[in-house]
């Protein structure tokens, strides 16, 4: 077990240990927001795979485990550092990270552990599977039943709270929506000219290259769409885990494709698009909804997962059936002066639910409360 970035403990700091099987996505996103935006009596910790450590930012309190691969290795690794930290150190509160680390915490919960925990899962694992299948059932069940061992579970959209009321999962459930840190670049506004401003309508996606983010369909319905208009632009900004998606994109045309980019190229991107296209075929949130409307930028999300609760339809975006047809249709049909007079709308939405400020508040709350008994 390494640790890393040593602070001093204060007899009145609250001590929260974050125990994760992974960070990648984000889970580093969300711890990360954590860090950078808690107030000083608040000591945050992370457990997390040596291999991930430069998921997370600088300033964040690391403690390495080994383990390359996801398995058995890496969860027995994973149990015995939290257990030898937890004697350690004597955390206030333990807050479990995603579905992997749940046995961990049942493991903890049936030898003794006294401590509060929060579990959340970002992103329930069933709502990934094929609605009424067995496998889907089996997880329900599993999942449903490890996440009452926490005091708490967070689910980070109203989607998934209503999965877990819906298919009645154990324990104490709050919705705290996901959100994004400040932004470093001002959010382009209605009306905004910038250096950079071409008569092409310019579309943006951000996501990994897989079936979950849907880009296979975007390419299809740009395709189509481009044959009715060509003043159609799309921009793609990651990076591919099947081959056939990276030879589709370059036999596109009018398709540019970036790679994945820092943070700052990300934020200049995000305010360059007349709109970002979210098409996953499930979401437990969608962070690059709040990354877009950050700078001002509408978005147009698929119908499926937490996705259409995070867009007001006509007013910071739209929402469109997953299917190639409509997503072509609904391409067609936008209007560069109408998605800029939405730029406002999608700013105000950003600070108003989006924003660190905003989650830190929900969050300090509910730990708060936990640790004081109420």
């Not at 147009?300 to 995070?310: A, C, I, N, Q, R």
Request: glycine letters at 6%; a positive charge; proline letters at 3%.
């Amino acid at each position: 077990m390494a640790s890393s970035n040593q602070q001093t403990d204060k007899s009145s700091d609250i001590k929260i240990l974050s125990v994760c099987e992974t960070v990648k996505g984000g889970i580093a996103t969300y711890l990360n927001l954590i860090d950078k935006y808690k107030d000083d009596g608040l000591m945050h910790r992370v457990i997390l795979p040596d291999i991930h450590r430069d998921q997370l930012d600088s300033n964040s309190h690391k403690i390495l485990y080994s383990g390359d691969k996801r398995g058995i290795a890496r969860l027995i690794s994973l149990f015995k550092t939290t257990r030898t930290t937890i004697k350690k150190w004597e955390p206030d509160l333990i807050y479990f990270h995603s579905s992997f680390t749940m046995p961990i915490m049942a493991m903890l919960r049936l030898i003794g552990l006294k401590s509060k925990i929060i579990y959340c899962a970002h992103g329930w694992g069933a709502l990934s599977i094929k609605k009424g299948s067995l496998k889907r059932k089996l997880i329900e069940i599993i999942e449903g039943y490890l996440c009452g061992f926490a005091n708490t579970a967070i689910n980070i959209s109203h989607n998934e709270i209503n999965h877990a009321r819906s298919v009645n999962y154990h324990g104490n459930h709050v919705v705290i929506e996901n959100a994004v840190c400040e932004p470093t670049l001002p959010p382009r506004l209605a009306g905004a000219k910038t250096d950079d401003n071409p008569p092409n309508l310019n579309l943006l996606f951000v996501g990994r290259f897989d079936r979950q983010k849907g880009l296979d369909i975007l390419l299809d319905a740009f395709k189509a769409a481009s044959v009715k208009r060509n003043d159609l632009h799309l921009h793609v900004i990651g990076d591919s885990v099947l081959h056939q998606y990276k030879t589709s994109i370059s036999d596109t045309e009018n398709v540019t494709f970036y790679g994945w980019l820092s943070s700052a190229e990300l934020e200049k991107h995000f305010s360059r698009a007349d709109i970002v296209i979210v098409p996953s075929r499930w979401e437990g949130f969608g962070l690059v909804v709040a990354e877009s409307m950050r700078a001002g930028t509408p978005v147009m999300v698929s119908d499926k997962g937490s996705l259409p609760g995070l867009v007001d339809e006509g007013v910071t975006g739209y929402i469109t059936q997953l299917n190639v047809s409509m997503l072509s249709e609904k391409l067609i049909s936008l209007s560069k002066s109408k998605l800029d007079s939405l730029r406002d709308n999608c700013y105000e939405t950003y600070k108003n639910r989006f924003s660190a400020k905003r989650y830190i508040s929900e969050f300090k709350d509910l730990y708060e409360n936990l640790c004081m008994g109420k």
